[in-house]
């Protein structure tokens, strides 16, 4: 409705311009003005009231129920974290009241002598360390004019400095073997099942932990094996049992990173 009153009125304005008996410079400055007004705003105009309409069904669609596939996507992703995150709260209230969490069976694994589990979940595994990395480097004889030989030459090293430096970030220190994997958490140690094998890090084993239950992610440290990086919407329940069990109750009251797990907090 806005859009045919924008346009009119800008040319309105042209036609009564034009009717003038005068029509100096800033006269026509006006009158371009008001010309590109009357394509502009109209436009505009248009598109806002498209955009509105479009953000109104949006909200009606959504009122009655009916979400896009990513929308539903996006929901159940922070519905599941909204619950790792309430069970990370449950259980340091539990631990902090005395309480002995809720236990599971899980038959695929030996339990340890008194061994109890309390969670068997998904995560995101990685480990940290480096490897060695072998390359080749290429050599070339070129024969012939200056140029095409100093050319030659120059795409040479060229060649082997990438392959250099490839060899060298692969061979660094990073985060790897990352995916996807199962996780089971018992009062003894962490258990991950990875590319078909389970592995077992201890919490008698750690050297240092690092909970970081807002960013979704644990990192423990071990004196003969490579650190391990957990993630997802289980990390900070997985936290929370790793740094009872390593440091014990006053972790659970003290530790900085668990202060936003206070209930209410």
Not at 110 to 121: G, I, K, S
Not at 190 to 197: D, F
């Amino acid at each position: 409705m806005l859009a045919p009153i924008a346009y009119v009125g800008c040319m309105a304005g042209i036609a009564a311009l034009d009717r003038g008996e005068q029509t100096d410079s800033s006269t026509l400055l006006v009158m371009l003005l008001l010309l590109l007004g009357a394509v502009v705003a109209p436009i505009s105009l248009v598109v806002l009231a498209v955009v509105k309409a479009s953000a109104t069904y949006r909200d009606h669609r959504r009122s009655t129920g009916r979400f896009r596939a990513a929308e539903l996507i996006d929901i159940r992703r922070r519905d599941a974290s909204a619950r790792g995150w309430r069970d990370a709260q449950a259980l340091r209230q539990q631990l902090l009241a005395g309480e002995v969490p809720a236990t599971l069976a899980v038959w695929d694994v030996v339990p340890y002598a008194n061994e109890e589990f309390f969670c068997d979940v998904p995560i995101g595994y990685a480990r940290y360390y480096g490897k060695d990395v072998s390359y080749s480097q290429t050599s070339g004889f070129f024969y012939g004019r200056p140029l095409f030989v100093a050319a030659g030459l120059a795409v040479t090293a060229l060649s082997n400095g990438a392959q250099r430096t490839a060899a060298r970030n692969k061979a660094r220190q990073q985060w790897r073997e990352q995916c996807i994997s199962r996780l089971v958490v018992s009062n003894h140690r962490l258990l991950v099942q990875t590319r078909g094998r389970w592995l077992s890090f201890d919490y008698a084993s750690m050297t240092a932990v690092f909970p970081e239950p807002t960013s979704w992610g644990l990192v423990c440290q071990f004196s003969e094996a490579e650190p391990l990086l957990l993630t997802g919407d289980h990390a900070p329940f997985v936290a929370v049992m790793t740094l009872y069990r390593t440091h014990g109750e006053r972790a659970l009251r003290e530790h900085p990173s668990l202060a936003l797990l206070t209930v209410g907090g």
